[in-house]
T-cell receptor, first 112, second 113 residues
Framework: DAGVIQSPRHEVTEMGQEVTLRCKPI?????LFWYRQTMMRGLELLIY????????DSGMPEDRFSAKMPNASFSTLKIQPSEPRDSAVYFC??????????FGQGTRLTVV | KNQVEQSPQSLIILEGKNCTLQ??????????LRWYKQDTGRGPVSLTI?????NTKSNGRYTATLDADTKQSSLHITASQLSDSASYIC????????????FGAGTRLAVHP
């Protein structure tokens, strides 16, 4: 397996534009997490899914953020409209049960 | 409130020296505790996972300890190498049924020659 795959690796967009981040979890994993990482706040859990169902989205900062997991092999995190304070590295991770969580390489988002 | 706190925030050591990183948590109910290493610009990579009944686990030069009574964990790095320079993140999973991972802020380690 190629691991957790995120795209794009880098995204630069103008304030107000819609941004969509994508994640392909490891096949067979039943939980998927979206995190945001900044120097100031470290890793913050945004939302996580179990068996494609959103379990806890309390970390989603505002209504501008939304996440979907239409099937077990794909998830998206969308920001609309984007703002400069959304600039961060966004990580996706997948896990099977209580086993090791595997992280993608992250998407570095810059909103100018 | 479930929290994971790490210390020190940052650390500089010389190559070849040992160091110990600390993690205190208040997560309940507790399922397991993990230590991750994150190199700059990359995603975190798992070093160890310990359940309630385990009090020590090693992975090469990394040794993690867990005291579930005091809710403390440590990560000891032996004979540090330049490649150990990274952020080390303590992560606690609750046992609420959905494997929620609660992250500490990390310790940024720099190993100098």
């Amino acid at each position: 397996d190629a691991g957790v795959i995120q795209s794009p690796r880098h995204e630069v967009t103008e304030m107000g534009q819609e941004v969509t981040l994508r994640c392909k979890p490891i096949s067979g994993h039943n939980s998927l997490f979206w995190y945001r990482q900044t120097m100031m706040r470290g890793l913050e859990l945004l939302i996580y899914f179990n068996n494609n169902v959103p379990i806890d989205d309390s970390g989603m900062p505002e209504d501008r953020f939304s996440a979907k997991m239409p099937n077990a092999s794909f998830s998206t995190l969308k920001i609309q409209p984007s703002e400069p304070r959304d600039s961060a590295v966004y990580f996706c991770a997948s896990i099977l049960g209580q086993n090791e969580a595997f992280f993608g390489q992250g998407t570095r988002l810059t909103v100018v | 409130k479930n929290q994971v706190e790490q210390s020190p925030q940052s650390l500089i050591i010389l190559e070849g020296k040992n160091c110990t990183l600390q993690c205190n948590y208040t997560v309940s109910p507790f399922s397991n505790l993990r230590w991750y290493k994150q190199d700059t610009g990359r995603g975190p990579v798992s070093l160890t996972i310990m359940t309630f009944s385990e009090n020590t686990k090693s992975n090469g030069r990394y040794t993690a300890t867990l005291d579930a009574d005091t809710k403390q964990s440590s990560l000891h790095i032996t004979a540090s190498q330049l490649s150990d320079s990274a952020s080390y993140i303590c992560v606690v999973s609750d046992s609420g049924g959905y494997n929620k991972l609660i992250f500490g802020a990390g310790t940024r380690l720099a190993v100098h020659p």
